[in-house]
């Protein structure tokens, strides 16, 4: 059982992304009203605006938090062709504004011609770097070089998709073994152009990024790409959102050579794919742990997937924002499985799991029945009572040990925080 609440958000418009801060105690709105929303949660769980003000001349497609490690940032991206960044500033020029917080403009990035449709903060080890992509075509990749002057940012690279681009995913793996490394999914409506995700890895030597991976097999437009959190495993998942729900592992090759200078080579697996929204799916999002998918459609569901013992992916919670019970909540999918949440909001409030708008779970805060929007994780009994197909399958094999079967149990975003 989960509970669905809602916020009276007073957006003027359509809003178009959530995002929540690393904590889980913030999150960030935007808007077609051409305003971000910063709301804080208190202690009994409401969540409160606390700051609202007008960020472009046109519609604010996405938002998104920095590491804490920089301070209070933001940074958007709008219809009007630029992005910005945002930064928090505790009031203390005089007893009016003393204690009182508001947010400034560090700086606006207008190397885009046309609309910039996503914007995302690098992992943190790699520095303050943000990358944005635009209906252009062109993914720039900017750099803070002084984190406590924001007002300077260095465009560092540029890398040309051919196609008008729609999503943006940093890598979040921190492993030498891995360098450097974005996914870039694709809008364009053209069935002819296949190969709607494309992959590319910095190279050292060169001190470029070059492709390294085209997912042909994606035609579909895509809306949504999220790579999953990387805990020490030596391949990557990645999680694309278009007409249906795909779930791909990205296997590295070994190099031919040592001095091979070319960049990385995969082999590329389809984990899963799940139609069953049964229409446009706008969103994907995983937790911390890279257990859990959560997948948010035009169908007005959030659907979580996760993995058994097995690696087989399958459905174990459909959530509706309005909290009525949803027919074939348990049901299977037809692969693996991940969490994400996506959908689309009302005019002028948020609500919890339902429509066709952009959540995302927030990194630690574990989730208490009531305590939070039911965007985020459901309680591990949600998990636990939709799962009943895999300890019938469990038992079928006795064979197995019981702490292989409860090896992929939910655990809380807290317990993982320690390998942040």
């Known amino acids: 059982m989960f509970v669905a609440r809602s916020i009276a958000a007073d957006h003027k418009d359509l809003i178009h992304d959530v995002s929540y801060d690393f904590h889980g105690r913030r999150m960030a709105t935007c808007s077609s009203d051409q305003s971000v929303k910063v709301w804080d949660k208190s202690d009994n769980g409401e969540w409160h605006c606390t700051a609202s003000w007008k960020t472009h001349s046109g519609s604010v497609w996405r938002v998104t938090w920095a590491h804490p490690e920089f301070g209070q940032v933001l940074a958007s991206c709008s219809f009007d062709r630029t992005a910005a960044v945002w930064e928090e500033i505790v009031g203390e020029s005089n007893d009016k504004q003393r204690g009182l917080s508001h947010w400034i403009k560090r700086t606006t990035l207008v190397d885009s011609r046309t609309s910039v449709t996503d914007v995302k903060f690098a992992p943190k080890h790699m520095g303050l770097v943000l990358a944005t992509c635009s209906a252009d075509g062109v993914v720039r990749i900017y750099e803070a070089p002084d984190v406590m002057n924001l007002s300077q940012w260095s465009l560092q690279h540029e890398i040309s998709c051919k196609l008008s681009c729609s999503c943006i995913s940093w890598n979040p793996s921190s492993s030498r073994a891995h360098p450097p490394m974005i996914a870039v999914g694709s809008d364009d409506n053209n069935v002819t152009y296949s190969g709607k995700v494309q992959i590319y890895e910095y190279n050292e030597n060169t001190r470029k990024y070059a492709k390294a991976e085209t997912l042909m097999t994606v035609t579909d437009p895509v809306h949504d790409i999220a790579f999953a959190p990387n805990l020490g495993r030596s391949f990557h998942v990645l999680a694309i959102a278009t007409k249906d729900v795909r779930i791909f592992k990205l296997i590295p090759l070994r190099r031919e050579s040592a001095t091979s200078s070319g960049p990385t080579k995969f082999e590329v697996q389809v984990m899963a794919q799940f139609d069953s929204h049964n229409s446009q799916v706008w969103r994907v999002s995983w937790n911390i742990t890279s257990t859990l998918l959560a997948s948010s459609g035009d169908d007005g569901c959030v659907r979580l997937w996760k993995a058994n013992y097995m690696d087989n992916w399958k459905c174990t919670g459909i959530l509706r924002g309005d909290g009525s019970p949803v027919n074939g909540s348990t049901g ?29 779970f927030p990194h630690l805060d574990p989730p208490r029945a009531g305590s939070r929007l039911a965007l985020l994780l459901p309680p591990p009994s949600l998990i636990e009572q939709t799962c009943e197909t895999d300890h019938t399958h469990a038992h079928q094999h006795t064979h197995q040990p019981p702490q292989i079967r409860r090896r992929y149990s939910l655990a809380h975003p807290t317990q993982s925080a320690e390998h942040d």
Request: cysteine-free; proline content about 0%; charged content about 5%.
């Open 332 to 360: 299977q999918g037809t692969a693996l499985s991940a969490v994400g949440s996506t959908g689309m909001q009302g005019q002028n409030s948020i609500v919890g799991a339902a429509s066709a708008g952009r959540y995302f």
